[in-house]
């Protein structure tokens, strides 16, 4: 299914494809399922399992992208696991194979939906019988209902003989103990058996049931009511999140900002994400680096400025607006370069990264992500370390080219074998350019970070 | 639904109802809530599951 052809949409939508197709069948399927019961929505359970429907779609997209069976770009990939997702677990989706024993874990999941269709018609018998008791008892205590009540069991009974000759014994004189309540078992039964569905609204025609109850008990009032509430609960929990990620003036960093590029930078790192995808994320992130720039450095992505006309911003007295760029830059750089230290990471994340610190190098950049590469030459593995000073030095170059390195810098190929102490050496060789370069205050070790409130 | 309801969509009188019920039980296709003897069985509540339903018309059809 990886390899088949789809138009490649970013990974939100295809989400977002998922849950809103993953309502629609889930919505569906708890209807087949609770077919029996007309008021399953009454239920709370039945919610849950309403959303454990939605869920699983969703889940299970997500799996299936992590282990490489699809890709979570894929638009067709998003509506077949959206809408099949029963026959992936069932293994009958061709291109589509769930890993080990995972197609098991739908069985649990079908055993709970048994146990809610179960405790719902538990549910179900004792409300209904609550109610049934209810009307007789209103009815048994009032002659002039009774009367009512028994004119209705004639009316629509199926045979009136029958009817008349079950009712005769209770209408004795004297009549027999309990003769009422039997009278009304016999007219119950008859109305029951001729009008199974219609009785609620036969009753309240006849003002033997208020509108309340009616509409409660037998017009699926609590499901009416119940869904209600939850389609509010969710409305208000939209207007919520909406204030919120739209919240944060003070810092001029919102958590919406925050959440998209975070979101960005887990696409940009994505071991199995697709070309356009990545491509999509280093844009938006080359973006949102030459946006962050402070408004008094002038210089943007890829135009040469040398310390003296734009010193770095760790090395200046920091204006409210530059604090705030330093602030998202460090937010934007940071966990890339932290990246690169992780010893198994792939070389083409490696080279991603490195290749977008060096398309946006600038003076005011370089003082949040020099120090953090220099530090990250430590990582274990030989080839992120020569990427990485190679990107270290293509930033000298371009940047500073006034002030040279260690010739042994430039000559340094990283090895398999290089101990710690060497590649220390490396590290003090190039913080010793740093230093001169900006001076000691530039130096930001990366696990002290400013992080973006 | 209730028995009442079944039976009438099913066109089944009560005590054959109760019957082809009997039957469902025992082989644990239907879920019954209360008392299903004939004469109470329509105040009884029960559940087909989705994937008994075909089975289930195939009795209610018999017992027909």
Redesign the interface.
């Known amino acids: 299914m990886a390899g088949v052809p789809s138009p490649d949409l970013p990974a939100y939508a295809c989400y977002a494809i998922v849950l809103l197709v993953g309502l629609v069948v889930a919505r569906s399927s708890v209807n087949d399922l609770l077919a029996a019961s007309p008021d399953h929505w009454a239920f709370p359970s039945t919610w849950s399992l309403f959303f454990a429907y939605v869920l699983v779609p969703v889940l299970l997209f997500w799996f299936l992208d992590y282990t490489g069976a699809i890709r979570d770009t894929s638009l067709f990939a998003a509506l077949l696991v959206a809408a099949g997702y029963r026959q992936i677990f069932a293994g009958g989706v061709q291109g589509i194979t769930m890993p080990g024993q995972t197609p098991s874990v739908w069985k649990p999941f079908e055993a709970w939906a048994k146990t809610v269709a179960d405790r719902i018609a538990t549910r179900n018998k004792l409300y209904t019988d609550r109610f049934n008791e209810r009307v007789r008892n209103a009815i048994v205590s009032d002659p002039t209902k009774l009367a009512a009540f028994e004119e209705l069991a004639f009316e629509r009974a199926k045979d009136a003989n029958a009817l008349q000759a079950a009712i005769t014994p209770y209408k004795a004189t004297p009549a027999p103990p309990g003769a009422a309540l039997k009278l009304l078992d016999a007219l119950w039964r008859s109305l029951r058996e001729s009008e199974p569905e219609n009785y609620g609204y036969l009753l309240y025609k006849r003002h033997l049931v208020s509108r309340w109850q009616h509409w409660r008990w037998l017009e699926n009032g609590r499901a009416k009511l119940l869904s209600a509430a939850v389609a509010l609960t969710c409305a208000l929990l939209a207007i919520f999140s909406y204030v919120w990620i739209n919240h944060d003036a003070q810092t001029g960093f919102g958590h919406w900002e925050n959440a998209t590029i975070k979101y960005h930078q887990w696409r940009f790192l994505k071991g199995n994400a697709s070309e356009r995808d990545r491509w999509r994320s280093h844009e938006f992130l080359l973006q949102e680096i030459r946006r962050s720039f402070p408004d008094d450095v002038t210089d943007g992505c890829g135009v040469a400025a040398t310390r003296s006309e734009h010193p770095p911003i760790a090395a200046r007295t920091m204006s409210p607006s530059a604090l705030d760029s330093g602030r998202r830059l460090q937010a934007i750089c940071l966990p890339l370069i932290r990246e690169l230290r992780y010893s198994d990471v792939l070389p083409r994340q490696a080279e991603d990264a490195t290749r977008l610190l060096v398309d946006c190098h600038s003076a005011s950049l370089d003082s949040i992500t020099v120090p953090a590469l220099i530090e990250s030459l430590r990582t274990p593995n030989h080839t992120v370390r020569l990427l990485i000073n190679r990107t270290l030095a293509a930033i000298q170059k371009a940047d500073y080219d006034a002030t040279k390195p260690d010739e042994t810098l430039n000559a340094w190929v990283p090895s398999k074998d290089e101990s710690p102490g060497d590649i220390d050496g490396h590290v003090q060789a190039w913080y010793r350019w740093w230093h001169r370069t900006v001076g000691p205050t530039a130096h930001e070790p990366l696990s002290q970070a400013a992080r973006p409130s | 639904?209730?028995g009442?309801?079944l039976?009438?969509r099913s066109g089944l009188p009560?005590d054959k109802l109760a019957a082809a019920l009997r039957e469902l039980r025992a082989q644990d296709l239907v879920?019954i809530?209360?008392d299903f003897s004939a004469d109470k069985v329509?105040?009884?509540?029960?559940?087909?599951?989705?994937d008994a339903l075909g089975y289930a018309d195939m009795v209610l059809g018999r017992a027909r």
């Not at chain 2, 329509?42 to 989705?50: L, Q």
Request: aromatic share 16%; no cysteine; hydrophobic share 30%.
């Open positions: 639904m209730d009442y309801t039976g009438s009560l879920i809530k209360g329509g105040e009884a509540y029960i559940y087909v599951p989705p």
